[in-house]
């Protein structure tokens, strides 16, 4: 979607500023499709790029792509019924060990996930081969989700309009993607903790039965876009299981064997 502002229907502008300026007050809004009954899922669309648009305009840079509700278990906690996709931005990114205070969002929540990093320029439709060949690494990575809907009260119009939920990422060390790692991540168990407590954890299977899966289906729906992978993105392919509140005062970390844990602090 490369229209201009000027080309984009008020009702689209209308919904993106209340998402924005949520966003910036920490003061959420009640779900687009109540306000709007009749807002489809294209025109959410249109409301995520205008707002991509916009951060691009203050200085923001894409550096990667994110897919959510890709778990059972994350489609029935926001009852949902199919995956959605958003922009990560370099300002979203949290540095491994660093800190982050949770008061800076609305209504925080964690989930772990696989991080991959594309080490070449893929077509907007690639084949399932030609993907898993230009994927360069795979880490463990925590996202922090937040909405700016009141109350979690998301439809997926919903969450698709207001960035498919995306707030931060926190990414470990990459491992080389070679072909025997990237045919073991559907059985590989990742865990987030809590100060060490089990906080959750589920198999790459849990991702749409693979996290490649959820990365083809990415990079063809965004290619209907018009967009694609690029190298050097880093992409989240969605969560292993259900997301948690983000509390202040933790150390939060993903495990996964044959990956370095990746953690950060909540102030």
Do not use: C
């Not at 964690?110 to 399932?128: N, Q």
């Not at 996290?211 to 083809?216: A, E, G, K, Q």
């Amino acid at each position: 979607m490369t229209e201009s502002l000027v080309d984009v229907p008020d009702t689209v502008l209308e919904i993106a500023e209340a998402l924005r300026e949520a966003e910036r007050t920490g003061l959420p809004v009640p779900p687009p499709t109540e306000s709007h009954p009749g807002l489809s899922l294209e025109d959410a669309y249109r409301v995520q790029a205008t707002n991509v648009r916009r951060r691009g305009d203050a200085g923001e840079r894409i550096i990667g792509h994110k897919v959510g509700l890709t778990s059972l278990a994350m489609q029935r906690q926001l009852g949902v019924d199919q995956p959605d996709f958003g922009i990560i931005t370099d300002a979203m990114v949290v540095p491994d060990g660093g800190e982050f205070a949770p008061a800076h969002l609305i209504a925080p929540r964690l989930e772990a996930e696989f991080a991959f990093r594309i080490g070449a320029d893929l077509p907007p439709a690639p084949t399932m081969e030609q993907l898993a060949d230009a994927i360069e690494g795979v880490a463990v990575s925590i996202e922090i989700i937040d909405s700016r809907i009141a109350d979690w009260r998301i439809g997926l119009a919903d969450t698709v309009a207001d960035n498919a939920s995306s707030a931060r990422i926190v990414y470990g060390e990459f491992v080389a993607a070679t072909p025997a790692l990237l045919k073991s991540l559907p059985d590989t168990v990742i865990a987030l903790t809590n100060d060490g407590q089990d906080a959750g954890s589920g198999p790459g299977s849990a991702v749409l039965g693979d996290p490649l899966i959820s990365l083809h289906w990415l990079s063809t729906t965004i290619g209907a876009y018009g967009d694609h992978f690029r190298r050097g993105q880093i992409v989240l392919a969605g969560a292993v299981a259900a997301a948690v509140p983000l509390t202040a005062g933790s150390v939060w970390q993903v495990t996964g064997g044959g990956f370095a844990p990746v953690t950060f602090t909540s102030i």
